[in-house]
């Protein structure tokens, strides 16, 4: 998650696909996320990306 939102701050749109593709193949459960990934940096939605990160590192960090 560290290097995604990373990522989103340096704008790397095509890494961040690269990541959001590797996370779809790992485990189903990562699949929904990913989609979204993929579906904002299609659109190059930084800040959207950002919020997203942020909003799963928040939930990763209550569980």
Do not use: C, W
Request: overall charge negative.
């Amino acid at each position: 998650m560290d290097a995604l939102y990373q990522l989103a701050l340096a704008g790397n749109m095509r890494a961040i696909r690269h990541h959001a593709e590797h996370l779809a193949g790992l485990d189903g459960q990562y699949r929904p996320f990913a989609d979204m990934l993929q579906q904002l940096a299609q659109a190059y939605q930084s800040q959207a990306i950002l919020s997203l990160v942020t909003q799963y590192m928040s939930q990763e960090k209550v569980m």
